[in-house]
């Protein structure tokens, strides 16, 4: 065991000794703190002149949102924004949210209003302001009958099987109504960027794992490390060993940053809250915290899948190069293409990569995965599947390295 870990830990200053590698970490790092911070910079512009700057913004809303903590999204709740909106006069000359009533009366109900327009708007519709002005008493006391026969009728829409639709369905009627509003905007800047802030990690991890045997071929390294008695052994689970833990100490590292800096910028408020307070239509009786939880699984398994997809190609290639372009082209690619829904099988596969897994409508999409009866929400089933792709991989990238033909 001491010399498997002398081995790791040669593994790991070689790492460290690459500037690519260095300057790599320290690029993510930095990006990934700046991508929490970045939505503060800069200003909102109303006609061409500045109205307020993004910063001052956020925190206002922030307080408004924070005001409203506690109380229970119902009739009443739906009904005080709808007169507060009401108070904006119609058919102005500039937007209505550089007017005076906006922010005096509106603007502390913004999000309530983004929560109604959800519901209530129609289908591919923008639900204006002036539709939440209007709304009546028997609009708001239909509310939960109106999300509930939305998602009704999309869940009957999908190409599911009548066992996932009824599946799908009985998920959605266990999440308890009314909703208890607080404060979600820590826990939904986290889950918004879980995906931008995994691809970042999973780039990282690519470039600092690509040369791990690879390297060993460009420098000749691999006629004298073949030949050595460790090989068959030690030298290359130390090998493994090394990819997975370092790419399970980035990805952590990059995970809780931002979920830290999120808290500690906009609130911890929200943990014990309903995700249909950031998120509507969500079928899922979970609240943030522990959406956030299971967010944080799929970004995981998807960078540890990245970190064994990545080791596989090095074991089997022969330039570091070549593996950081096709991971690369891996990680970017399904950013790129959409596949719809009609074709289920596809739908689903393609959410299987690393680069959709760890997207937050993805992790809790309706749409679920089924195995012989059995069906799987999406947040089980990511992680699930990266475990048992890096199994499967564990063995070929072992056997790719043994078997390489010394040139």
């Known amino acids: 065991m001491k010399h498997f870990f002398t081995l790791v830990e040669f593994e790991y200053r070689k790492i460290w000794k690459r500037k690519s590698a260095i300057l790599a970490m320290s690029v993510g790092l930095l990006v990934s703190i700046l991508s929490v911070w970045g939505p503060l910079l800069g200003s909102t512009y109303i006609n061409g002149k500045v109205s307020e700057s993004n910063y001052e913004a956020t925190f206002k809303d922030l307080q408004y949102a924070k005001d409203l903590n506690g109380r229970t999204l119902d009739t009443a709740l739906l009904l005080e924004a709808a007169h507060a909106y009401a108070q904006i006069p119609p058919n102005t000359e500039i937007p209505y949210i550089g007017l005076e009533e906006y922010e005096t009366y509106a603007r502390p109900y913004s999000s309530i209003y ?80 879980m995906q931008s802030t995994g691809i970042l990690s999973a780039f990282v991890i690519a470039i600092c794992l690509s040369p791990l045997f690879a390297g060993e071929y460009t420098s000749h390294a691999d006629q004298l490390l073949l030949s050595s008695r460790y090989v068959k052994g030690k030298l290359i689970r130390a090998k493994l060993f090394t990819g997975f833990s370092f790419a399970a100490g980035f990805s952590l590292l990059l995970l809780l940053q931002t979920y830290f800096q999120c808290m500690l910028t906009f609130g911890f408020d929200g943990s014990s809250t309903p995700v249909q307070i950031f998120d509507v239509l969500c079928i899922y009786p979970l609240t943030l915290g522990q959406a956030g939880f299971l967010g944080g699984l799929c970004f995981f398994g998807g960078c540890m899948l990245m970190a064994g997809l990545t080791m596989l190609l090095s074991a089997k290639l022969k330039s570091p190069f070549g593996v950081m372009i096709l991971m690369s082209v891996f990680l970017i690619f399904p950013m790129m293409v959409q596949i719809s829904q009609n074709s289920i099988s596809a739908f689903r596969l393609f959410h299987l990569l690393p680069a959709n897994s760890m997207a937050y409508f993805n992790i809790f999409h309706m749409i679920p995965y089924e195995f012989a009866g059995l069906v799987v929400p999406p947040y089980i089933m990511f992680p699930v599947f990266s475990v048992v792709c890096c199994a499967a991989v564990l063995p070929l990238a072992y056997r790719g390295f043994q078997r390489h033909e010394i040139a």
């Open 114 to 193: 983004g929560i109604a327009g959800r519901v209530y708007r129609a289908s591919g519709e923008e639900f204006s302001y002036e539709e939440m002005a209007a709304l009546t008493k028997r609009d708001a006391n239909h509310f939960y009958e109106k999300r509930a026969s939305l998602l009704k009728n999309t869940i009957a829409n999908t190409t599911m099987s009548q066992t996932a639709k009824e599946h799908t369905l009985k998920t959605a009627e266990k999440v308890q109504t009314p909703f208890t509003y607080s404060n979600t905007e820590g826990y939904g800047r986290f889950l918004t960027l």
